[in-house]
C-alpha cells in the first residue's frame, strides 16, 4: 500500500472510531436488523445500477455476475462497518478502485454506482425508523450521519486507489509505447506480425505515408519539440516519439504524401536547434532507413545552427553527411593548399569561394555579398585557382570543390587538423 494510501486509511479509521463513539448502539442496532436482508438488499442494489448506469448494463467491463459479486462484497463491508463490531475496513473500497481503473472504467461511474448502493442501504435504516407511531428521529439522525461519513471515506479511498493504478497503467503504456517506438527506429528482422502490432499500440498505418523527424536536443532531458504529438494531432497526423540523450526521434504518418509540407511548416515555425527530416517514404517497415536520412539532413546543418533541414532538399550535403570520414579526407585533399595559408589568407579565399558557389558563380553577386569590387572578387578567385591547381569552369573541378567546402562547412573542426591519411589495404 502507498503511503498517502495508508495515511488516509488511518485517518478515515479516526473519523469513524470518533463518529461511533455516541451514535454506535443506535447505529449497530439498526444495521444488525438491516444486514438479515443482505441478499435481497445486494440484488436491488445491483438492479438499481443496471437500471441508472448503461456502462454495467452493457458490461462493458464487468459481466453480471461479476457486478453482483461486487456489490454483496462491498456491502457486507459496509454492513460490518456499521455494526461497529470491528474497526472500519476500506481495504475493499481500495480493491474496487484498483480492479475498476485496470478494467478502465471510468471514475466518475464507479462512485456513481458505490453512492446507489449505500443511498439504498440508507432507505433500509429510513425505512426501519419510521416503523410504527414512535418515529426514531434520533436513530435516523444517526444513521444518515454515519453513512454520509462512510460515503466520504469510502469514495476518497476508492478515488485514490482508482488513481494510483491508473498512473501505474499510464506509466505501463508509456514504457511499452516508448520500447515499440525503438523497435521501430532499431528495425532489423522484424516480422510483419510485430510490425502489425507496433502499428496498433502506436495508432499508425502499417502501409501509410511518413516522415521522420530527428531533432537535436538543446540539453539533456529536454525536448527541443515539446508538445509536438498533440500539435501534430490538432493537425490531424498520427505520430510516434521518443526522446534520447541527444535526439529527439519521431515518425509521423501523412494524410497524404503532400502534406509533408505541412509537417515542414509545422516543425520549422520555431526551431530551437538543428531539425532533419527523411523524404516521405511508404510502409512502416522502412521507418529506421529513413531515421538514417533524417540524421544526415540533420548533420547537414552546421553545430549551433537553428532550421530544418529535408534530406530531399540538399542531395549534395546530405551524401557529405553521411560519409564524415570520407567527406573530411576529401576535404583536405581538395582544399589543403589554402588551408595551410596563414590565417587571414586562409579565410579570405575560402569565404570569397563559398560566396562565389552561393551566388551561384556569379562575381557581381559575390562582390556585393562581400561588400568589394568584382575585380577584387576576380583577384581573389584567380588566386583560387592558382593555390589548387583547380579551375572554376571545369565541372568535374566546380562538383569537387562544392563537396569540399560543404564538408568544411559541416566539420569546421577538421579544418586545422593534419591531413588525414589514406588506409592502405594489403
Request: negative net charge.
Amino acid at each position: 500500500m502507498h503511503d498517502r494510501t495508508a495515511s488516509h486509511h488511518r485517518t478515515a479509521l479516526d473519523h469513524q472510531a470518533a463518529l461511533r463513539g455516541g451514535l454506535a448502539p443506535v447505529v449497530a442496532e439498526l444495521a444488525a436488523e438491516v444486514e438479515r436482508e443482505l441478499p435481497e438488499l445486494a440484488e436491488a442494489t445491483t438492479r438499481q445500477i443496471l437500471e441508472q448506469m448503461p456502462v454495467y448494463r452493457e458490461q462493458r467491463f464487468l459481466t453480471y455476475g461479476e457486478l453482483r459479486k461486487s456489490v454483496r462484497v462491498n456491502l457486507d463491508f459496509v454492513m460490518r462497518t456499521l455494526r461497529g463490531g470491528e474497526t472500519p475496513d476500506l481495504s475493499q473500497a481500495l480493491a474496487t478502485g484498483r480492479a475498476r481503473a485496470l478494467q478502465g472504467a471510468p471514475l466518475p461511474e464507479v462512485l456513481r454506482a458505490y453512492r446507489i448502493g449505500l443511498t439504498e442501504v440508507w432507505h433500509r435504516f429510513v425505512a426501519l425508523t419510521a416503523r410504527g407511531e414512535n418515529q426514531d428521529l434520533a436513530g435516523l439522525v444517526a444513521v444518515t450521519s454515519a453513512i454520509w461519513a462512510l460515503i466520504d471515506d469510502y469514495a476518497e479511498a476508492l478515488t485514490l486507489a482508482y488513481r494510483d493504478a491508473s498512473a501505474e497503467v499510464v506509466v505501463a503504456h508509456q514504457n511499452r509505447r516508448s520500447a515499440l517506438v525503438e523497435a521501430l527506429f532499431a528495425g532489423g528482422a522484424a516480422t510483419e506480425g510485430t510490425l502489425w502490432d507496433i502499428a496498433r499500440v502506436l495508432e499508425l498505418s502499417l502501409d501509410g505515408t511518413f516522415v521522420v523527424v530527428a531533432a537535436e536536443t538543446p540539453r539533456l532531458g529536454h525536448e527541443p519539440l515539446p508538445q509536438i504529438e498533440q500539435r501534430l494531432r490538432e493537425a490531424q497526423h498520427a505520430s510516434a516519439w521518443r526522446l534520447t540523450p541527444d535526439l529527439q526521434v519521431g515518425v509521423v504518418s501523412l494524410r497524404d504524401p503532400l502534406a509533408a509540407k505541412v509537417i515542414v511548416d509545422l516543425m520549422g515555425a520555431e526551431p530551437v536547434g538543428r531539425v532533419g527530416m527523411s523524404p516521405v517514404f511508404s510502409g512502416l517497415g522502412n521507418t529506421a532507413r529513413a531515421l538514417h536520412f533524417a540524421r544526415v539532413a540533420l548533420s547537414s546543418l552546421a553545430p549551433g545552427a537553428s532550421g530544418l533541414v529535408q534530406f530531399t532538399e540538399s542531395p549534395l550535403a546530405g551524401l557529405v553527411a553521411s560519409a564524415p570520414e570520407a567527406s573530411v579526407q576529401l576535404a583536405h585533399h581538395v582544399l589543403r593548399p589554402i588551408l595551410d595559408l596563414p590565417g587571414d589568407d586562409r579565410n579570405v579565399l575560402l569565404l570569397t569561394l563559398r560566396a562565389w558557389f552561393d551566388c551561384q558563380g556569379s562575381t557581381k553577386l559575390t562582390s556585393e555579398r562581400m561588400f568589394c569590387h568584382p575585380n577584387t572578387i576576380r583577384h581573389r578567385l584567380r588566386r583560387v585557382t592558382e593555390e589548387l591547381g583547380r579551375s572554376l569552369t571545369d565541372p568535374a573541378d566546380i562538383a569537387e570543390l562544392g563537396a569540399a567546402l560543404r564538408a568544411l562547412h559541416l566539420f569546421p573542426e577538421t579544418a586545422h587538423l593534419p591531413s588525414p591519411r589514406p588506409t592502405h589495404v594489403g
